[in-house]
């Protein structure tokens, strides 16, 4: 049926955007992905430090980027320290480093909560496509359009599909919490 293969994309399509979440949030490990999507004031408009220049994670703690033109140097290193990152940005010619220093407990305790939260976004997003499923199917039922054997089996497929991306996130959830307190 058609409502389940869409049913299907859209579960993907949520956890995968829960996981895309999830890289931009600071654990022991760097990421491009911290940095890549910060918003940067430059050329009179609104731009990421991604399409200013390039990203690279130096081990064990480092993020550098090489920025393209020396004159937007100073405004990606304002944008990555006034960002929710807290950190501190290096210059050095057209090279940004960013030293993650170790998270303290009380920090990790903030991101642990952060993430926890973002999944319960997700997980309501997912009870929200359920319920509005079921009352397709619910109305094809009224409608003729299925039988009522077909109606329950509908809605036991749609539970077990929201029961599996359920499981998924929290696999994704506990796997970001064990990275943050790495």
Known sequence: MEILKELETKLKH???ALKAEFLTVRSNRPSPRMVEDI?????????TVKQLGAISVVPPAQIQIAVWDKSAVNAVAKAIESSNLKV???????VIRINLPPL???RRKEFEKMVKKQAEEAKIKIRSLR???NKKIIKDFEDKKISEDNKFNFKEKVQKEVDKANGEIEKILEMKIKEIYE
């Open 104 to 106: 303290s407990d009380e």
């Open 14 to 16: 949520f956890t995968d």
């Open 131 to 133: 319920d509005e499923i």
């Open 39 to 47: 918003p940067v004031e430059a050329y009179g408009q609104k731009m």
């Open 88 to 94: 501190s940005a290096n210059i050095d010619g057209v």
